[in-house]
């Protein structure tokens, strides 16, 4: 079946349906890096949206099945149910009901990414309202959990803020906050309209990377600080690049360097934790080393190894010796952990132990690590190794490159505008910079949620650019 252009696709569909759907989506945006309540997990509006397809399942399937994103969705969730029955065979203290329930966190993402493309691919212009949505229910998250009346030893680095979430997590969704608001703010310089209109809304984008910008630095988290670190520079001096191919006039070097120097004053005003966080660093990797040498598992059930027994508290005198020890003994627990993923994922390299059976696997080798307990291996690509294998995991990193691909295509046929690529390509980057050093991708409904949507922007803008070639 040809798809049909899009103001075809509009007609089809109906309006209210439409109104219905983008209503989904909103939920779904707004509670997607919030936590303010059970009962507002934010893939119900996910779920709505899925339901919605079905009025609509004469045109919405039809150009589904033809994304190759989608096709290569269908064969991995064969190989999840078919991977959970395995991985109870070879596990039998987890039946194959946590099995597959572990295996359906990936699959949902896959799907309703699917879902949220298609309804985007009929709104595109709304795409920059969801984002804006997806900030403020950060920010508001932010303001509801902040501790307040202890803000002095927040800006000391005495307390970690966890914003209703686990730290590291919030760190990676304050960075895409950031990010999206930086590009938010580029893009109503290069908006029309009355002036007055833009600097409300560049004021309101500014505001909101401070925001961002504030919660990533007191989250503490390295991994989330090094994804923005790394993404920020490359994705900047290539919009610059696109902006002078484009034929602009100008580089919008008055939005950057506002953000250049509001960034420069937040990490001056933060230094105590920035220097409490990097304490030791000299020694991270020499101690890292030595720690992970020093480990010697033995059976699978048992293990000794010599990071920290429970409650033990780190060596020294001096608040500063404290904290780099401390430091040490973070990065060198994660230097236990990935040693310990490549010896599980050698001992079954192309099908793995199951996703599920991670946290069993450490908790049964007895990895007290910095004096806690870990369910994962701190890296979301080890992780998937161990859990699924060569070969779920690389179906599972075929599927994220297949979604990238689309946005790339887009942008080079003129779909995508320059800052609208950066914008979903720098929170893609962010997500697998930080993902090194964690496992975020779907183990929590607040990583799944926003990727769905950015993931969901890749997938709509394939769609819209199948159906401008069918129409010409």
Request: net charge positive; with cysteine.
């Amino acid at each position: 079946m040809i798809a049909v252009p899009i103001s075809d696709t509009r007609r089809s569909v109906g309006p209210r349906l439409q109104s219905f759907a983008f209503a989904a989506l909103c939920f779904l945006a707004f509670f997607s890096m919030t936590d303010l309540g059970g009962q507002f997990k934010p893939e119900y509006g996910a779920v709505l949206a899925t339901l919605l397809l079905i009025p609509a399942w004469r045109v919405a399937w039809p150009e589904l099945l033809k994304q190759p994103v989608a096709r290569w969705l269908a064969l991995f969730v064969v190989f999840a149910i078919a991977h959970a029955v395995y991985a109870a065979a070879i596990f039998p203290s987890l039946p194959f009901a946590k099995q597959m329930s572990a295996a359906a966190e990936p699959v949902r993402l896959a799907v309703f990414s699917c879902v949220v493309g298609w309804w985007l691919s009929l709104m595109p212009r709304r795409m920059p309202l969801l984002f804006a949505l997806m900030i403020a229910g950060l920010l508001i998250a932010v303001v509801a959990y902040m501790p307040w009346p202890e803000m002095s030893q927040v800006w000391g680095g005495r307390i970690r803020p966890r914003f209703g979430m686990p730290e590291n997590l919030g760190g990676l969704l304050a960075a895409l906050g950031g990010w999206l608001s930086l590009c938010l703010l580029l893009k109503a310089w290069n908006s029309h309209g009355r002036f007055g209109r833009r600097r409300g809304l560049m004021s309101l984008c500014l505001l909101a990377y401070v925001g961002s910008f504030s919660a990533l630095l007191f989250s503490q988290s390295r991994g989330a600080w090094l994804a923005f670190a790394a993404t920020l520079p490359v994705a900047i001096v290539g919009l610059g690049f696109w902006w002078k191919q484009g034929g602009r006039s100008a580089v919008p070097w008055l939005p950057l360097l506002s953000i250049g120097v509001v960034s420069l004053l937040l990490v001056l005003g933060a230094r105590d934790i920035v220097a409490k966080r990097f304490a030791g660093a000299e020694q991270l990797m020499p101690h890292a080393i030595v720690t992970a040498d020093d480990a010697t598992p033995t059976a699978l059930g048992t293990a000794s190894y010599g990071v920290s027994a429970p409650g033990a508290k780190a060596a020294g005198s001096g608040d500063a010796k404290r904290t780099a020890d401390a430091n040490n003994l973070a990065v060198s627990a994660r230097m236990v952990l990935y040693r310990f993923g490549v010896e599980r994922w050698k001992e079954r390299p192309l099908l793995g132990w199951g996703l599920r059976t991670t946290s069993t696997l450490i908790a049964n080798a007895g990895l007290v690590l910095d004096g806690q307990r870990h369910a994962h291996l701190h890296s979301a690509y080890l992780d998937a190794l161990v859990g699924m294998g060569l070969v779920g995991a690389g179906l599972l990193a075929v599927f994220l490159a297949l979604a990238a691909r689309e946005l790339w295509l887009a942008w080079r046929s003129g779909v995508v505008s320059s800052v609208a690529f950066a914008m979903v390509a720098g929170c893609i980057g962010i997500v697998l910079v930080a993902n090194g050093f964690d496992s975020l991708v779907w183990r929590y409904d607040y990583t799944r949620a926003p990727l769905e949507i950015v993931f969901g922007c890749c997938i709509a803008y394939g769609l819209i650019r199948r159906r401008r070639a069918a129409a010409d």
